[in-house]
């Protein structure tokens, strides 16, 4: 009897590693397409602010999407 409970025991860890590898998998996709989209929004946010779209005072937006960006790769240092 003690065989079949670690038996049952071990296929149980087994899906719940399962599980949290690809927890953890969606989880570094997210945030691999956010970085993408901020990439893209400061690269807009340059030009717009080299064509004169955008004056200095919107500054605050281009630091809150570096900051993001930064917060974003933290994890994959």
Partial sequence: MKNTNEC????????????EVEVVQGILESKEQYRKVVKAAIGKWIKDFQSGHIEIKTV????????LDIELQKCEL
């Fill in 8 to 19: 049952s025991h071990s296929v149980s860890n087994d899906l719940l590693l399962q599980h």
């Fill in 60 to 67: 605050d937006d281009l630091k809150k999407l570096i900051e």
